[in-house]
Structures are given as C-alpha cells and as structure tokens.
C-alpha cells in the first residue's frame, strides 16, 4: 500500500465519524455555541472540512501561500459541504506520491520550523480530531444520545 | 533522535495541554457534564490519563492484558493524578527501543486486527487528542475564556 493510500485510509477512519455527527446538526441548531466563547456548529464544522482542505492543498503544492487565503462559500448546507470538501480532500491526498511525503515545507513564518510532508499531514490530522472531540460534545448537547465510536475503521 | 524520543516529544507536545485543561478543574466541578449522557470532567480526565499509561503498559509488555483491568487508585486530586499519571507514562515510553516500535501487537481479540507498537500508539494519541478537544469544551462551559493553543510544542 502506497503511503497516500495508508494515509487517505487514516483520514477517513476520522473523517467518516466527522461526516456522521455533521449530518445530526440540523440548520436551525447552525449558530448553536456550547459557551459565549466559543464557535458555534457552522463555524466549527466548516473550519474542519476547510482546514483540512487547505493542509491538503499545501501539502500538494508545497507552498503554504493557501494557508492564509479565506475559502468563500455560497453553498450553506454543512451536509453537502461535507460531502463536498472531503472528496476534493481526498482526492488531493491521493495524488501524493511516496517521495512528496518526505519533502520539507518551509513553514518557518506560519509555525515557526520546517515540516515534513508526513509531520505536516499528522498535524492536520491532529487538528481534526481535537475539533471532532469538541463536535462530539456539541451533537450530545443537541440531544443526541446514539453516537459512533471515535474512530471507524475497515 | 531515537523514536521513543520523538514520540515522547510528540506525546508531550498534546499532554501538557492536557494537564493545563485540568489544572483549571476546581473540585466542586469534578461532576460537571455537558450533557445528561456525558462522561464528568473527573471520569474524563481520569480516563484519559489511566488509558494512555495502560495503553504504554501494552507497548511495552506485548500483552494487551491490562486493557481489561480496571485502575484502582485512592487519589482524588485531579491535578495530582495527572502529574503522576503523566511522569508513569513518559518513563514507560522512553523506555522503549526503536525495535519495541516495530513489534507486532496481537490485538485481534480486543480491536479486531494486529497492530504494530507504532499504530497502537498513534491510536493512544488520537484517543488523547478526541478527548482532549472534548476536555476544552467542558473547561470552557464552567467559564473559562483563556485557553492555550491545542498543540504546545518546544
């Protein structure tokens, strides 16, 4: 198996859980915010699928230009953005070959060191399982009591 | 730098947070729940911090025995136990060879397929990563607004 393969098969082991609990977020529980502080359903769950998105796009292009632009979006169902952002991420982790794993980004200005390819995807996927936890409360917050395990694998 | 340091590094880079997040866990909340079927702050602290020991008990003794027992411990104070918990499982991971990385796991009873010591710990750290980004939102509902990044590295 490829390490893009291995990789898009880690993704979507957390991706797929990502995509179940978005789908439980009705449009009017959109601005739902746990705290005063923090971002509501919308804003997390679009976070998510664009950041993942863009780690992946900077991954590819070796460039981390994408990482500071902001994604403009007429579509406004969360369910179709999902659908929609993680095949176009998909898609871009499985062009990666062997050897874009390794390659260094230089991420000095953004985060302070130089990445790995594979270091800088970890992280990506870091980011999306720490909002997936805070998803989790937000869905159980909203009356949800049947919900997956963290992780779904095969 | 061996693995085990890099994973130690890796490992620490999530847990400090952790124990900050904790740190902020006054007594009198310890039976907070965001949600009548959620975990306390105490229960998910205390599973957090007991499963990555167990599961750095499991990396290093090959047997997946101890994922079926159950901690017992007398401490109560959130805050010691994760200092504790914490200083356990940083000994047991740096104890580990670069070859301990590559072993084979037999985990098919327990989690349907083998695993090498290298994924069953990125599992352990995905596992502290979901419930830590469920952490930052329980520490946010009882009225904290300054929280650290969810990564503290160097």
Chains 1, 2 share one sequence.
Do not use: C, W
Request: aromatic share 12%.
């Amino acid at each position: 198996m490829s390490r893009a393969q291995q990789f898009v098969q880690y993704f979507l082991s957390h991706r797929h859980v990502t995509v179940e609990l978005i789908q439980k977020i009705e449009p009017e529980r959109y601005d739902y915010k746990p705290a005063p502080t923090s971002m509501s359903a919308k804003e997390l769950a679009t976070h998510m699928l664009f950041t993942f998105y863009q780690f992946a796009q900077t991954a590819k292009e070796g460039n981390p230009r994408v990482l500071t632009e902001k994604i403009e979006e007429n579509e406004t169902d969360l369910r179709k953005l999902a659908e929609v952002y993680t095949e176009k991420t998909k898609n871009l982790l499985e062009s990666l070959t062997d050897e874009d794993f390794e390659r260094t980004l230089d991420l000095t200005k953004i985060f302070g060191a130089p990445f790995s390819v594979a270091q800088f995807l970890q992280t990506a996927m870091d980011h999306e399982i720490h909002h997936k936890g805070q998803l989790f409360v937000y869905v159980r917050e909203m009356g949800h009591e049947t919900l997956p395990f963290f992780i779904k694998r095969g």
